[in-house]
């Protein structure tokens, strides 16, 4: 997969074949470290949205119709295809500015989806129901969506984009994607060489790279049954508006305010490393990572001395050099949102304890105290290597605190009574918990979701995604026509 004999220099994917779009359309493939194009991926526009639902249609049908097993090998064909594909981790490592680390977690996340999804495929699509009729055949059936319109960020292009592909057509939809701008390639086109390569039939999987014009025309589309986003709260609320007004199917995978709750019972190192991950990994540049960490006054200088010094000691750089810990900022509005964020607390009465500089959108690794809990580094999803602490006296507060948010994502709880700890944990209003562990979680079995203003619809992996990518359909035959007074 090197650049030299990639496919889809100035593709888009459609009908089975990489080809440039019909109006010409281009984006740029851009190194997010050194700022360098160098590539060039096709950017689709609405018309090629109506011709790419068209063509998704028909062969949508004949997936369906097709037994499991050759969904299901298709699938493990692409996860063989994925996980031989050379370059692919430089790809993401280049598009996404994140260390190899990071861009090898995203193949092997992937390739477990598509193994997951795999699985999927054979599984029963129904019940028999009894019934209060004689005579009367009673079922509820899982039937596909139809087609499913995928619209993902930058952040972690190939898993959350793969996370929705793999099991929508395992179930028997088609999928027609819409990657970030950022990330056309590793997020889109990439992953289209790699169904393509697995043998899948032209159509039930179409990349159409390109902005909010081709994102806003899919969900738009009548014949689209269903949208499924991962991305921004405004965002999902545009689309949950437009989806409503049409009554369509929609999963919203929004952004969140994390927090992580570190006890007074505490190891210290632990919770710093755990607070350290939770906050840095990736430039803070999750939906998942801590935006709020939630600290026992009985532990908080330690843990802040501790915190600050792994924060001090993180390099940050070009993430294709060795022993880099964190990449740079994706790009220069991210970044300039970062910087207004905290100089925005800092005049507010907030103290940095290390970093709060930046090189470029090279950002050192942060740690924030006394931020007034109505700023908006303390309120908002923050998206940068910053780890904002509070420091509380008791965990009643810690637990107000942690709820005082919209937002309702993720938590992590850290304390050396696990029983105490995970009796918190319960009490945090979020979709997903984690005791003694760091935010950043995600496994292909596991409901993977939020509540609030982080998330709407259903969630994905495991079995929520039979949920998520079938209608039910009640079916009821009885042996002769029934019936009736007139
Ligand atoms: P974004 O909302 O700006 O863009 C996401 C996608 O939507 C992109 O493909 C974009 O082109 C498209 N888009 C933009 N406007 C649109 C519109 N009006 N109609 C249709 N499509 C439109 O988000 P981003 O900056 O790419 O990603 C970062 C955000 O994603 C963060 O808020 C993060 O929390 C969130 N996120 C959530 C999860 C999750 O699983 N909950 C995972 C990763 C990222």
């Known amino acids: 997969m090197a650049e030299h004999d990639s496919p889809w220099a100035g593709a888009i994917y459609v009908d089975g074949r990489f080809r440039p779009p019909a109006a010409g359309g281009s984006l740029p493939v851009r190194d997010k470290s050194s700022g360098e194009v160098f590539d060039l991926a096709g950017g689709a526009d609405t018309a090629e949205v109506d011709a790419a639902v068209a063509s998704s249609l028909i062969a949508q049908r004949e997936w369906a119709a097709r037994p499991y097993g050759e969904r299901a090998a298709i699938l493990r064909k692409a996860a063989a295809a994925l996980e031989q594909a050379g370059g692919f ?12 680390g990071k861009a090898d977690y995203e193949i092997g996340a992937a390739a477990g989806e598509l193994i997951e999804a795999a699985a999927l495929a054979s599984r029963p699509v129904g019940e028999v129901l009894r019934t209060g009729h004689a005579d009367r055949f009673s079922v509820s059936e899982r039937v596909p969506v139809g087609l499913v319109g995928v619209i993902t960020p930058w952040n972690f292009p190939l898993v959350l984009g793969m996370r929705v592909i793999a099991p929508a057509l395992a179930l028997g939809n088609a999928v027609l994607l819409k ?16 169904f393509d390569q697995a043998g899948a039939p032209p159509g039930i999987f179409q990349v159409l790279p390109g902005g909010e014009e081709v994102g806003r025309r899919l969900v738009e589309h009548p014949d689209v049954a269903m949208i499924h986003f991962t991305g921004s709260t405004a965002v999902g609320r545009e689309i949950a508006r437009t989806a409503g007004s049409l009554l369509k199917k929609t ?3 929004l952004g969140g305010n994390n927090a992580l709750l570190v006890l007074d019972d505490a190891d210290v190192e ?26 026992g006054r009985q532990v908080a200088d330690a843990y802040l001395r501790d915190l600050t010094d792994r924060a001090a000691a993180v390099t940050v750089g070009d993430p294709l050099r060795d022993g880099t810990g964190l990449g740079p900022i994706i790009n220069d509005a991210q970044l300039e949102r970062a910087r207004r964020l905290l100089d925005d607390a800092v005049e507010g009465g907030a103290r940095i304890l290390t970093g709060g500089t930046n090189e470029g959108r090279f950002f050192r690794p942060t740690v924030v105290v ?13 998206f940068a290597p910053i780890a904002p602490v509070a420091v509380v006296d008791s965990a009643d507060e810690a637990v107000a605190l942690a709820n005082d948010t919209g937002y309702g994502l993720v938590s992590s709880v850290v304390g050396s009574d696990v029983h105490r700890a995970t009796e918190i944990a ?19 079995l596991a409901p993977f979701g939020g509540i609030g203003h982080s998330g709407l619809g259903g969630r994905a992996g495991g079995d929520s995604n039979l949920e998520e990518f079938t209608e039910r359909r009640w079916r009821t035959v009885a042996s002769s026509p029934v019936h009736y007074p007139y």
Do not use: K
Not at 271 to 294: E, K, L, N, V
């Open 179 to 194: 990657p970030s701008p950022e990330t056309p390639v590793s997020g889109g086109l990439a992953i289209a060489e790699v």
């Open 251 to 253: 999963s919203l995978e």
């Open 270 to 295: 632990q919770a710093a490393m755990i607070g350290a991950w939770s906050s840095f990994h990736y430039q803070g540049q999750t939906c998942i990572s801590a935006g709020r960490h939630i600290v």
């Open 426 to 444: 319960r009490r945090l209003t979020c979709a997903m918990v984690h005791v003694n562990d760091a935010t950043p979680q995600d496994e292909p």
């Open 89 to 100: 981790a430089e790809l993401i490592v280049r598009e996404t500015g994140s260390i190899a």
């Open 370 to 382: 006394d931020v007034d809990p109505a700023s908006a580094l303390w309120t908002e999803e923050i």
